[in-house]
């Protein structure tokens, strides 16, 4: 038993699933149900089902919540209709750096619902409410993230599930429809792993009905793990590892902000930078060859001069070989160009690419 952890709400479903559990940003989650390897390979082939629950999700509604938001998040909240998302968005700080990444779902003119990442989720909360009590707002703030369940359903081959909205259009939601005759609170066009899918928040007790009504469907159950291989693949950042509170939009090549709506936290950080330029950038590798493979904390070679630092790496199943991402040195970064990523002490050949890292 892992102690002070947050179970996810669906933990006995997948026990009974057999599921490997373990520890992420706090939460007891199911890391894997057969291995991560065919868990991803089933997603970019066929369609796979992970329980979010562990996202954050947080309420903010009265009059001023429209104006709040909007001074708080780099994307124009003002321009925002009920029924549609700013996906991604961000909160920065006033030096620029990541307070999170997060969706924004308009759910009404005066209510919205934040997702954001799990590790954040008490941050953002004291970081909504100490703002809004600064400028003195008329809001109210609500976590429902333990009352409620999250799932996400990914897959290339998505478009058979006839139960699902599938004409909906991407970064658009719908409330309180039925999928296979369970009540959701919101189906989204959205995700995190490159393919097309939909995340769906629902009540608890919902939730557990709709895990077990997709699996007697055929789609298979995918955990944590194999999700993180996917993001990675995707090109997608992760919040502590390529993002954080002393990284900001530009140097992680982030592009989740406007400059042309009016003032927000990290607005002024963020001209700043551009105009004076920046020292490191990050950057996407896939080794030249098959064989061990980059892990965060990987040194990034240019000949014998170390130029940065591997945030995220690991095997992609699309590419048979290892793939990663980091911060190098500004002046050494170019596409094509090749670094050498240092394993177990032996430099190993890597070329800078962009991502996605798999044939959509």
């Known amino acids: 038993m892992m102690k002070n952890l947050i179970p996810s709400p669906l933990k006995e479903l997948h026990i ?87 969706s924004l779902f308009m759910l009404e003119e005066d209510e919205f619902l934040i997702v954001c990442n799990a590790i954040n989720r008490i941050k ?27 799932l996400a359903i990914q897959g290339r081959k998505i478009d058979k599930l006839e139960f699902l909205p599938l004409n909906l259009e991407r970064e658009s939601f719908l409330k309180d429809y039925e999928i296979l005759s369970i009540k959701t609170y919101i189906i989204s066009k959205s995700g995190w792993t490159g393919e097309n899918g939909f995340e769906i928040i629902t009540g608890v007790e919902e939730g557990k009905k709709l895990w077990l009504s997709l699996l007697n469907n055929g789609i ?19 919040y502590g590892n390529e993002i954080n509170e002393e990284i900001d939009p530009i140097r992680a090549r982030y592009w989740i902000f406007s400059l042309k709506k009016g003032e927000y936290i990290g607005k002024k950080a963020i001209e700043e930078i551009i105009e004076e330029g920046v020292d490191v950038i990050r950057a996407c590798f896939v080794m030249k060859d098959k064989g061990p493979l980059p892990r965060k904390g990987s040194e990034v070679y240019a000949g014998k001069k170390m130029i940065g630092k591997i945030t995220s790496g690991g095997y992609s199943p699309s590419q048979g070989k290892g793939i990663a991402m980091g911060y190098i040195k500004a002046n050494y970064f170019y596409l094509g160009g090749i670094v050498q990523i240092k394993i177990r002490e032996v430099l190993y050949e890597a070329i800078i690419q962009e991502p996605p890292f798999f044939k959509k």
């Open 16 to 102: 009974a699933k057999k599921a490997e559990l373990g520890e992420f940003a706090g939460w007891e989650v199911a890391l894997s149900f057969t291995n991560s390897i065919d868990e991803s390979l089933t997603v970019r082939n066929e369609v796979g089902v992970f329980d979010v629950s562990h996202m954050g999700r947080i309420i903010v509604k009265g009059k001023d919540s429209k104006h709040l938001l909007d001074y708080l998040i780099t994307k124009n909240v003002l321009k925002l209709k009920p029924g549609k998302i700013i996906i991604p968005t961000a909160m920065l700080n006033e030096k620029g750096g990541f307070i999170d990444d997060l």
């Open 220 to 238: 298979k159950p995918c955990g944590i793990v194999s999700r993180d291989i996917l993001r990675l693949e995707a090109g997608f950042l992760l």
């Open 124 to 150: 953002i909360l004291n970081w909504i409410k100490e703002k809004s009590k600064l400028l003195n707002c008329n809001v109210e703030v609500n976590d429902i993230t333990l009352k409620t369940a999250m």
